[in-house]
């Protein structure tokens, strides 16, 4: 009787464990550029695996559209309009999250980026600061503003919306490709500066995914054509493939996984060039 109890017991405390290991409930999340794109999938895919988010934008139509939608639909999403290419609404927007979450965070998810595509010798100063400052800059900031949060929630999670382009060439312009390739390399870097502070930092790299950012250059039919032919899965990626991976890294279940950078790319990087037509 004592072992059937014991075991019962112990089947519960094991299915318990288990359970929380796929969950984010009770952990609180910031997501750079939630309104739309690969971002808005992401602010989906953690408040529907139990976290609290805070997101934002530079629109404040946009994010107040998307939090009523949100909050119809049960998710505990809160925003701030934030320009993350901007210093000081940067402080103004960790300075938000932590009154908050009252100083806690478990994940940051620095997804917010643009692109300028054009040959390098036809970039212009401003541009160049401009991309400079909105994918990278912000992140590394947001990273070194959010890291008391981060350290104060007892298990952190940073993951960054890197690039293919910042793992091998594909044609995106220079400039954003070192962007993503300095965010890779930081991935690794932090992964081991602070580690011992039990925050894990990873990097996703997306090939094209449905989005705003790409839908004009995907809308010209022999470009898409070009794009296809290069991937072995034959398409390309939905916001939800992406954000499936983000949420994945913030997982408890994922609590050894620490300084990588993980392609969704149908295949495209590790084509070596034989599977080029259906
Ligand atoms: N789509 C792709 O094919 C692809 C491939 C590889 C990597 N990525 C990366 O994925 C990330 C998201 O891209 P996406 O395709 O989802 O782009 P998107 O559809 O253009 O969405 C970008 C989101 O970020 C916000 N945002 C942009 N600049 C911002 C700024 N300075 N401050 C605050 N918020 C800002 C936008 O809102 P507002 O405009 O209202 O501010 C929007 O919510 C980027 O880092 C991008 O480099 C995308």
New binding site residues.
């Given amino acids: 009787m004592g072992d059937t109890v014991g075991s019962s017991n112990s089947n519960a405390s094991t299915t318990g464990r288990a359970t929380s290991r796929w969950s984010l409930q009770g952990m609180t999340a910031l997501v750079?550029?939630?309104?739309?794109?690969?971002?808005?999938a992401v602010v989906v895919e953690l408040a529907a695996l139990g976290a609290s988010v805070h997101t934002?934008?530079?629109?404040e139509d946009?994010?107040t559209e998307c939090l009523k939608k949100w909050a119809s639909l049960g998710f505990h999403v809160t925003g701030s309009v934030?320009?993350?290419?901007?210093r000081e609404?940067r402080d103004r927007l960790i300075r938000d999250v932590s009154s908050t979450f009252d100083g806690k965070l478990s994940i940051l998810v620095?997804?917010?980026?643009?692109?300028v595509t054009k040959p390098t010798i036809e970039y212009t100063a401003e541009e160049y600061s401009f991309i400079m400052a909105?994918?990278l800059e912000?992140a590394y900031h947001l990273c070194q503003l959010a890291h008391p949060l981060l350290k104060a929630s007892g298990a952190g999670s940073i993951v960054f919306?890197?690039?293919?382009?910042g793992v091998t060439a594909v044609n995106s312009g220079t400039v954003?490709a070192a962007t993503?390739g300095a965010i890779n390399q930081i991935t690794k870097n932090l992964a081991c500066e602070w580690a011992k502070d039990n925050i894990r930092t990873n990097s996703v790299?997306?090939?094209?995914?449905?989005?705003?950012?790409?839908e004009n250059a995907l809308q010209n039919k022999i470009f898409l054509q070009k794009i296809v032919d290069r991937t072995p899965m034959r398409r390309?990626?939905e916001?939800e493939e992406?954000s499936s991976l983000v949420a994945y890294l913030c997982l408890p279940a994922a609590s050894y996984i620490t300084g990588q950078v993980i392609s969704v790319d149908g295949g495209m990087t590790i084509n070596g060039g034989l599977y080029t037509s259906g």
Avoid at 32 to 40: D, E, K, V
Avoid at 82 to 86: L, P, R
């Fill in positions: 750079t550029g939630g309104t739309r794109g690969i971002g808005h934002c934008s530079r629109k946009d994010l934030c320009d993350v290419s901007v609404q620095n997804n917010a980026g643009t692109n909105t994918n912000s919306v890197s690039s293919v382009s954003y993503k790299a997306p090939w094209y995914i449905k989005t705003s950012l790409v390309v990626g916001p992406v």
